[in-house]
């Protein structure tokens, strides 16, 4: 029985959209935690992704998961102590904080 193809490829786009769903939904929660960690840390965004990415690194945790791990902190206050301490010196490595509005320290 001859086939065209039409149901493989239907197949296919829908896993692609499957996959591309899975992807907003983690680049929103990433994007939440970076939120939290530049406001926990009064630092720059993309200071926050850095932070992110050295605690995942330095964990050996999928970042997404550490994103998801930050934000039931904010929600419970309940976080794994190995992701708190990353977070910690993640942090402390970002440099002095600068609060809005302030002149630089000299």
Same mark, same amino acid.
């Given at each position: 029985?001859?086939?065209?193809?039409?149901?493989?490829?239907?197949?296919?786009?829908?896993?692609?959209?499957?996959?591309?769903?899975?992807?907003?939904?983690?680049?929103?929660?990433?994007?939440?935690?970076?939120?939290?960690?530049? =406001? /926990?840390?009064?630092?720059? %965004?993309? $200071?926050?992704?850095?932070?992110?990415?050295?605690?995942?690194?330095?964990?050996?945790?999928?970042?997404?998961?550490?994103?998801?791990?930050?934000?039931?902190?904010?929600?419970?206050?309940?976080?794994?102590?190995?992701?708190?301490?990353?977070?910690?010196? =993640? /942090?402390?490595?970002?440099? %002095?904080? $600068?609060?809005?509005?302030?002149?630089?320290?000299?």
């Amino acid at each position: 029985m001859p086939t065209d193809g039409g149901s493989e490829r239907i197949l296919q786009l829908q896993e692609e959209i499957q996959q591309l769903k899975e992807a907003v939904v983690s680049h929103a929660v990433v994007d939440q935690a970076i939120g939290m960690v530049v =406001a /926990l840390g009064r630092i720059s %965004p993309d $200071q926050g992704w850095a932070v992110l990415k050295q605690v995942s690194q330095h964990t050996n945790t999928k970042l997404r998961n550490v994103a998801e791990m930050i934000l039931v902190w904010g929600r419970t206050g309940l976080m794994p102590e190995e992701i708190r301490a990353a977070l910690e010196d =993640a /942090l402390d490595g970002a440099g %002095p904080v $600068q609060l809005p509005g302030t002149p630089p320290e000299r």
